[in-house]
């Protein structure tokens, strides 16, 4: 089951009150900033929930694979378990 991200409710937004695919808007914001600021605007936010997104991705893919069935972690393991998860935990808050 596909969950809808901020990323994707975002890019919708974008698209929608832009009338323009995504690809385009990023030309216009890049090219013609001073004649549409609010667009500019809407894609720095887009890129940088694309980021948070990509690094809570990152995380939780991390802290799946040292978690998994069957893995008994080290002692050094343990701590790195633990510090992924909480950047896992500060990623998703600021998403």
């Not at 009150?17 to 894609?43: I, K, N, T």
């Not at 995380?59 to 998994?68: K, P, V």
Request: proline share 4%.
């Amino acid at each position: 089951m596909a969950t809808t991200t901020m990323l994707d409710r975002a890019t919708a937004m974008i698209v929608n009150s832009w009338g323009q695919p995504l690809e385009a808007l990023g030309v216009l914001a890049g090219r013609l900033p001073s004649e549409d600021p609010l667009l500019r605007c809407a894609m720095h936010i887009r890129t940088a929930l694309a980021i948070t997104d990509n690094a809570v991705a990152v995380h939780r893919d991390r802290l799946h694979a040292l978690s998994r069935h069957a893995y008994v972690p080290d002692f050094d393991g343990l701590d790195r378990i633990t510090k992924t998860a909480v950047s896992l935990r500060v990623g998703r808050r600021s998403r």
